[in-house]
């Protein structure tokens, strides 16, 4: 399964409009095509940064969208303001302890791995980190996607609320930095950002 990301650094004042958009003409528009699992929209207030991923069951179905889902790209821009960044992953990782819902948070990192350890990569996250992130009060659900061409991967972590990732700071930055050290990968960036909306219909991966 496949993901496309669409990360915008608009303008504070409109992310109500944007969101609003997203939910009522995006997103449906995105779950009714072919091949689509669904989609979410991640926000942060303070900087005006958005994030909208849509997943797919194939790459051939992620790519026969793109020519549906450029106009709406465009809407989208001109609705949040600033140019947009489009990326598309593997999704190599998915676990869900509980529904995530509208209204949660979440903490993204991405990292730069060394070249040709992809693999190995996915196997220590499987077996080394995803089961102490799973231990964080209040986890909602964990996710990685992967860029084999570029050795990048985003890893997403969710909560059930704001409070609970914040309380959840200091241990989680423990263990990415333990993980990251044992592994050779590099952190690029890590963002806390708010669930807007959370319709992925993306089957276990683990």
Same mark, same amino acid.
């Given at each position: 399964?496949?993901?496309?990301?669409?990360?915008?650094?608009?303008?504070?004042?409109?992310?109500?409009? *944007?969101?609003?958009?997203?939910?009522? /003409?995006?997103?449906?528009?995105?779950?009714?095509?072919?091949?689509?699992?669904?989609?979410?929209?991640?926000?942060?207030?303070?900087? *005006?940064?958005?994030?909208?991923?849509?997943?797919?069951?194939?790459?051939?179905?992620?790519?026969?969208?793109?020519?549906?889902?450029?106009?709406?790209?465009?809407?989208?821009?001109?609705?949040?303001?600033?140019? #947009?960044?489009? @990326? /598309?992953?593997?999704?190599?990782?998915? !676990?869900?302890?509980?529904?995530?819902?509208? !209204?949660? &948070? &979440?903490?993204?990192?991405?990292?730069?791995?060394?070249?040709? @350890?992809?693999? @190995?990569?996915?196997?220590?996250?499987?077996?080394?980190?995803? #089961?102490?992130?799973?231990?964080? #009060?209040?986890?909602?659900?964990?996710? =990685?996607? &992967?860029?084999?061409?570029?050795?990048? +991967?985003?890893?997403?972590?969710?909560?059930?609320?704001?409070?609970? =990732?914040?309380?959840?700071?200091?241990?989680?930055?423990?263990?990415?930095? /333990?993980?990251?050290?044992? +592994?050779? &990968?590099?952190?690029?960036?890590?963002?806390?950002?708010?669930?807007?909306?959370?319709?992925?219909? +993306?089957?276990?991966? +683990?």
């Amino acid at each position: 399964m496949y993901a496309r990301s669409t990360t915008i650094r608009g303008t504070t004042a409109a992310i109500d409009a *944007g969101i609003a958009y997203m939910r009522a /003409e995006a997103m449906p528009a995105i779950l009714e095509m072919p091949g689509s699992i669904g989609m979410s929209l991640l926000v942060d207030r303070d900087t *005006g940064r958005c994030i909208a991923t849509s997943a797919w069951r194939d790459e051939e179905s992620m790519r026969a969208s793109a020519d549906l889902v450029h106009p709406m790209r465009e809407r989208m821009v001109a609705t949040f303001g600033g140019g #947009p960044e489009v @990326q /598309e992953w593997e999704i190599a990782v998915l !676990h869900r302890e509980h529904t995530m819902h509208d !209204h949660g &948070a &979440a903490r993204l990192t991405w990292a730069q791995i060394p070249s040709g @350890q992809m693999d @190995q990569f996915l196997d220590a996250y499987r077996t080394t980190l995803m #089961p102490r992130l799973q231990t964080l #009060p209040n986890f909602r659900s964990l996710s =990685l996607l &992967a860029d084999r061409s570029s050795d990048r +991967v985003v890893g997403t972590v969710t909560f059930h609320s704001r409070v609970a =990732l914040e309380a959840a700071r200091d241990q989680t930055r423990m263990m990415r930095e /333990e993980f990251t050290g044992s +592994v050779g &990968a590099r952190v690029l960036d890590v963002a806390e950002m708010d669930v807007a909306l959370a319709h992925l219909r +993306v089957p276990e991966l +683990v």
